[in-house]
């Protein structure tokens, strides 16, 4: 009797540690508020979250027992997954003939008002399959995980009918089911005019706000919202318009604002309490202090202004000294972020907006969640958050932004299991 109750406590003991993974020998960074960092750290993962984090020396006993699974990770860095806040992944075609047009000195608006621009790239997929739009998709997304990236957000808007905008936005259901990523989708139908409504920008917009948007919604197709805020796309009446239905519904807000011009968009942003204003370049000082009191985060995307040769810099200094958050999103667009990279945006906000290794850091993961509204579940390593990790051959965390065209990413774990792994050694010395 004693033999058959100790071996079943010993089974209960073994029955607690199922799936139970020990990932030690690591450099963490948990990218928490106080960006505490455990050097040697452990982190250990159950059932896709993570239930204890801290120095390797603190370890409890509890997790040293053989039912454990060890992963020893050679003192590599490793970061919460990074989170890419701002794409617009899914769409067919490329828009390369308009940058060779710019090379020769037209603008992204000039060839915007001449019918290409977005309205190109709505013609190209409009005419594609569904299954063609996942499959040109695929290579973008794989980019990026192949990078650390565990969660990226995809906007609609180059359907801009209701077919083909419920068309983009499954394919992003259907890219979150086939692939081991979390994927927020936003419906940004109001991204640019199409031709059926030429001179009729009001009607467009009534039609988006009040029928695409709930049916979208019902469908349980849109996790957010987005609108185009710019003198070649759609004004700051249709943004107000826009976000009062979403308020409605209790659909989250994001908004494209003064990436060209200055419309008061990041103002009205605040005013609806968006989670987050996106681009900025044109922004006021004032603006800033809005957003501030408003939570909302600041997306910054270095790689429009580096493909647009744009020379207004964002108020980076402005955003620093309010304590408004900043992510660093790639903006994937056959526009004007051509390619699927992150790592490249965090070095373009390095090098181009002068972000600090830190801040790059912070932006990718805690404040780019944030912008989803899924901080509570990632962006940062503390217990009850998801165990979605970046491994990195790296030296030191000042890494994440200095690489230019090269990855240093070792492997992607997601729910406590690796996704991805390459077989290169630890580079710590
Ligand atoms: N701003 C951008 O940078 C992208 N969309 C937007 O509103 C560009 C989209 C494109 O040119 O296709
Ligand atoms: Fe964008």
Redesign the pocket.
Known sequence: VKQIFLRSLLNLASDMQKDTTVWRNARIATCDATMTVFDPGAIVSREGLIIWVGAEQDLPQEFKQPAVINEDLQQRWLTPALIDCHT?LIYAGN?ADEFAARLQGAS?AQIAQRGG??NS?VRATRAASEQQLFDLSVPRLQSLLAEGVGCIEIKS??GLNFETEAKMLRVARRLAASFPVTIKTTFLGA?AVPPEYQNQTDQYLQQVAFDWLPRLHDAGLVDAVDI?C?SI?FNLQHADLLFEQAQKRNIPIKM?AE?LTNLGGSKLAARYRALSCD?LEYTTAEDVVALAGAGTVAVL?PV?FYCLAEKQLPPIAALRSHGVPMAVAS?S?????PGASLLLALNMGCRFFGLHAAEVLAGATRHAARALGEQEQRGSLSVGRCADFAVWNIQSLDEIGYWSGFNPCHGLIRAGRWVSRSNSHANTH
Do not use: M
């Open positions: 617009h828009r992204y621009g977005i790239t808007g180059y991204h185009f710019e796309a494209h990436q681009h995307l429009a903006d667009n056959p526009g004007s972020a």
